[in-house]
């Protein structure tokens, strides 16, 4: 089993930065891959990053490299997402996920969500 919990999510104005971190515990392996997503009210849940257990293998959503950066530090079991030139339409619980094996489509495992409001 794999727990995932998140945190800094908060309120920021237009224009503003947060780091989210993600604490990962359990049985975890170079296998995985980790992400990020979020789900805005009334809307699907979108993909936002995905990278390695290891910190390889990159992948943004659609228009959010530049503004966005995924990373991971082992020695700290933690994934992070730091968010820069956040919009209003960022306003979303932001989720941590992770997968043992990068070729299944599914995430296995996911965290309760941190709640992000970016105000215009």
């Known amino acids: 089993q794999v727990q995932l919990v998140e945190s800094g999510g908060g309120l920021v104005q237009a224009g503003g930065s947060l780091r989210l971190s993600c604490v990962v515990s359990g049985r975890i392996n170079s296998n995985y891959r980790m992400a990020w997503f979020r789900q805005a009210p009334g809307k699907e849940r979108e993909f936002v990053a995905s990278i390695t257990w290891i910190g390889a293998g990159i992948f943004y959503g659609n228009s959010l490299q530049g503004r966005f950066t995924i990373s991971i530090d082992n020695a700290k079991n933690s994934l992070y997402l730091q968010m820069n030139s956040l919009k209003a339409e960022d306003t979303a619980v932001y989720y941590c996920?992770?997968?043992?094996?990068?070729?299944?489509?599914?995430?296995?495992?996911w965290g309760q969500g941190t709640q992000v409001t970016v105000s215009s």
């Open positions: 996920a992770a997968k043992p094996n990068p070729f299944l489509e599914e995430y296995n495992y």
